[in-house]
């Protein structure tokens, strides 16, 4: 057992034998000379600290650092490779003060004895106690063990020191203060050991700065040895600091002599290579479905986002059907593709953490994320351009619709225009007698009541052609120059109409005949002639409509109009009996009738004709209403016939996820026992695939007949596509998450009833049974298991650093996965690149590189191979042809550089 000061007595009384013995503690702490307090103080802060940076920590005041016993305790597992019992966080004087005692503990349990040294002085930042102690920790864990030829400790390292600088000239170890002055000392061990790094012979003793200067400069850059010394302190001082000086030596001994098992350092790199080559091949399967998966959604997605019209109907159905086979037969595989992705992923991540590397972080655009963001862009774009086509194709079937009222309207408007111009222009007035003036004005008169008749159907014409602009028809050009062609025939007869009439008022002075049977014929059989033409226009009229409302209003209009027809055949019958009268007059005045009304076109045989020919188009407009109403009786079936199923089908899908949220956050049985469990719903669940489909076929015979809503249900297709597949993904990742909780169990060696606490642990502060813990559930979560993550800036940074381990994409949310990983993490020790790099250095005999023909001796022939192909030409200054860098490669295996 090591006791500090006698220790200190002892090496100081066999040089000089003049100081004081052990018996006050408190006098013999204050004669430390200041110069080796000092030389102390830097060698044992960067002994620390060689060992200390193997935690990603270092100190910096050795007597404050070590204070509250955390970075103590770190120490003393670094170096002894044992777990120390778990620190306490808070900060109060009495949990440093139990963490420098465990500390304290530890040391006394590898059977040294502390003297004097308690946990309060170094609480208090006693410099002289916390040097002393860290003198303790090195002579039991860097030189205690040290033995050459029976010899140990202090001894054995001197005789160690003997031994290899005896060869070298002006060089005499007797002891560890003066003997090292001149620094040739340190030069001799490092040339035996290493003769390209040093010119031993242009040394000269004489230049003590520069040989000591030569010698830590070389051990800090090749030999990984920090510098521990000043060189002005060591020659400027009378006798240097011997534990300062013993600690420094040490290290150099621990360097040179690590010849250890070669046959453990390359089981070790097999094992990490075998690990890194399985994880690589599951990289690249990744990638590659990932590239396919998203080079299948870039190629389709521009022709789901196509929104460039065809001009036919029978082309938009075309495209409605090729979307449907898409929906059929194309996107189902890419669904489970993507699925299948999202599993490998989380399986690959969990072999990561479990080999203690770093997360897998795919290709720039092909991470989940990624991947999910685009099939979010390709499902908007479905869906956008499923509305798109069921809209083309109202906006298309309106359009026909338009285009053959306006051709009808116009077709009827151009019979009627023709010879009007010819009519107009005549000079038939010139000559006519007095009557035939009069008759001439009263038929102008009747015919510019005819055509103010006509100038609805005019501006009709016109609003439709409009209308086909606006909704962007095909054939508008057409449209446009035919209406262009009625409007400017209609202006030209409205300018030659006003011009006829100026001509037959300057004549009529001279003719005043009037007779009034013949115009007062006319006056009533042109509006009723009109009447009749409008009557057979609107019998032939074509409609559209999409409920049985609408054809029912139709049917009541068109019984109405019906009711108007006695009250026509009235007006007939007095028409023509005017006409009959006329025909009375002039066989009883023995008139000649020139046998043509003077006043109107309208016969008595074309008013009969026009009528019988209403009669007939009467009932065939029953017919088609009848017809249409039949029509929407059978689209409403359908609607109600979709409505049933789809009604029973999204409550089912809600259901089930439901029951999957219920199972993936219960307890029952072991992990096995819900891995079966989920299995046997995912069978029920595919199981139910038939009412899905014939809930398509119902869809698609709605969508055939062209119904765009169904007041009867809440779900659409849509609704039902999107729960589907929602349903199969969650019940996949589910089964995916339990699968790798069994793997996380096997591989860290987590009994059930140790998942079972974990997952009572998670579930009680998973308020909203979400399966995820937020950042202030989690920290709840941890303070309820003991770690110090309070809201003090000690226990936040705990927390967050614990933070970067379970969710180091920053998500925000924990879970259960991540939650045990983050669990077994805490009690599994695993390799690391500082292990791998030691295990290389000590295959390549100590070097600072490797050479294939040694990667070849050492190592299987595959994983000899995959180390030559991957290790990059080493460029330190010792190198030498064919020389391979072994500390970037480790590095890369664990993530901390690239590869």
Not at 222 to 234: T, V
Not at 625 to 639: C, I, T
Not at 804 to 824: H, L
């Amino acid at each position: 057992m090591v006791d500090y000061h006698e220790t200190n007595s002892q090496m100081q009384q066999g040089n000089h034998g003049d100081y004081m013995q052990p018996e006050d503690d408190w006098d013999r702490d204050l004669l430390l000379d200041p110069a080796w307090e000092r030389q102390q103080r830097k060698t044992f802060t960067a002994w620390c600290n060689s060992h200390l940076r193997k935690a990603g920590t270092q100190i910096e005041v050795i007597e404050e650092d070590f204070r509250d016993g955390l970075k103590l305790m770190l120490l003393l597992e670094v170096i002894s490779g044992e777990r120390l019992p778990k620190p306490e966080r808070g900060k109060m004087r009495v949990h440093k003060i139990n963490n420098v005692n465990k500390a304290l503990d530890f040391i006394a349990s590898k059977g040294v004895k502390l003297v004097s040294i308690g946990a309060e002085e170094i609480v208090d930042g006693n410099a002289k106690m916390t040097l002393g102690m860290i003198w303790t920790i090195i002579l039991r864990f860097a030189i205690q063990d040290i033995s050459v030829e029976e010899t140990s400790a202090k001894e054995g390292l001197l005789l160690w020191c003997q031994r290899k600088t005896a060869p070298y000239k002006n060089v005499n170890v007797q002891n560890f203060h003066i003997s090292w002055k001149d620094g040739l000392a340190f030069n001799a061990l490092i040339h035996r050991h290493r003769p390209e790094l040093i010119d031993y012979d242009k040394l000269r003793k004489d230049d003590p700065l520069t040989n000591l200067n030569n010698a830590f400069e070389v051990a800090e850059k090749y030999l990984d040895i920090p510098k521990m010394l000043d060189a002005e302190d060591i020659v400027g001082t009378l006798r240097p600091d011997e534990k300062a000086i013993m600690t420094y030596v040490s290290c150099y001994y621990h360097a040179f002599s690590g010849a250890q098992k070669a046959e453990t350092a390359a089981n070790r790199i097999c094992k990490v290579l075998a690990v890194n080559q399985e994880n690589e091949h599951l990289m690249e399967d990744y990638e590659k479905l990932a590239s396919d998966l998203l080079e299948w959604i870039r190629q389709t997605k521009p022709w789901l986002e196509n929104r460039e019209p065809e001009k036919t109907m029978q082309a938009m159905q075309q495209k409605l059907e090729d979307f449907r086979d898409y929906r059929r037969v194309h996107k189902p595989p890419k669904v489970q593709e993507k699925c299948q992705l999202e599993i490998n992923f989380n399986t690959l991540q969990t072999k990561l953490r479990l080999s203690n590397r770093p997360a897998f972080m795919p290709s720039e655009g092909k991470m989940i994320s990624d991947i999910n963001n685009a099939w979010q862009g390709l499902e908007q774009a479905e869906k956008g351009y499923e509305e798109w086509l069921l809209n083309e194709i109202r906006r298309l079937e309106r359009l026909d619709h338009l285009a053959e009222k306006f051709r009808q309207k116009a077709s009827i408007h151009e019979d009627w225009t023709t010879d009007k111009e010819v009519m107009l222009t005549q000079k038939d007035y010139e000559t006519a007698a007095l009557a035939d003036i009069k008759a001439l004005l009263k038929k102008h008169e009747a015919f510019e009541s005819d055509l103010a008749a006509h100038q609805d159907r005019v501006e009709q014409i016109a609003a439709i052609a409009q209308e086909l602009n606006d909704l962007d028809y095909y054939d508008s050009p057409n449209v446009n120059a035919r209406c262009q062609t009625i409007c400017d025939h209609w202006d030209t007869l409205g300018s030659l109409t006003q011009s006829r009439r100026d001509a037959l008022e300057r004549t009529e002075k001279l003719q005043e005949t009037i007779d009034q049977l013949y115009l007062e014929y006319a006056k009533r059989a042109a509006p009723f002639n009109n009447w009749m033409e409008g009557a057979m226009e609107d019998l032939q009229d074509m409609f559209i409509v999409h409920t049985t409302e609408e054809i029912q209003g139709l049917i009541a209009a068109h019984e109405q109009f019906k009711a108007t027809l006695p009250d026509a055949d009235k007006e007939r019958e007095a028409i023509l009996g005017i006409h009959n009268e006329m025909m009375k007059i002039a066989q009883s005045y023995d008139i000649k009738l020139s046998g043509v009304n003077p006043y109107t076109s309208i016969t008595s045989q074309s008013i009969n004709d026009k009528w019988n020919n209403v009669q007939q188009l009467v009932p065939a407009r029953d017919q088609a209403l009848q017809a249409e109403f039949n029509k929407q009786q059978s689209n409403e079936n359908l609607r109600e016939q979709f409505a049933n199923a789809a009604n029973v089908v999204g409550p089912w899908i809600q259901t089930k996820m439901k029951e999957i949220g219920r199972i993936s956050i219960e307890m029952h049985g072991t992990l096995e026992d819900q891995l079966n469990q989920l299995k046997q719903y995912e069978d029920s669940i595919i199981n139910y695939k038939p009412n899905i489909d014939k809930l398509e076929q119902d869809h698609q015979l709605i969508q055939e007949a062209l119904i765009f809503d169904n007041k009867h249900t809440n779900y659409t297709m849509e609704h039902i596509r999107v729960g589907w597949e929602q349903l199969l993904t969650t019940i996949a990742r589910t089964i995916n998450e339990v699968e790798n909780q069994i793997l996380t169990r096997d591989a860290k060696g987590i009994s059930q009833e140790q998942l079972n606490e974990f997952r009572s642990s998670f579930n009680h502060f998973d308020k909203d049974h979400s399966g995820k813990l937020g950042p202030e559930e989690f920290k709840a979560c941890l303070i309820s298991l003991g770690y110090d993550v309070g809201n003090d800036q000690q226990g936040e940074a705990e927390f967050t650093r614990i933070m970067g381990v379970v969710a180091p994409n920053n998500t925000q949310e924990i879970s259960f996965q991540a939650f045990i990983d983050f669990m077994s993490q805490e009690t599994t020790d695993t390799d690391t690149a500082e292990q791998v790099m030691a295990s290389f250095k000590i295959l390549a005999g100590d070097k600072n590189f490797i050479t294939a023909d040694e990667l070849r001796r050492e190592l299987p022939p595959d994983q000899a191979d995959y180390c030559i192909a991957r290790m990059a030409p080493y460029q330190g200054p010792d190198t030498v042809p064919g020389a391979l860098d072994y500390m970037s490669f480790s590095t890369a295996l664990y993530g901390e550089s690239d590869l």
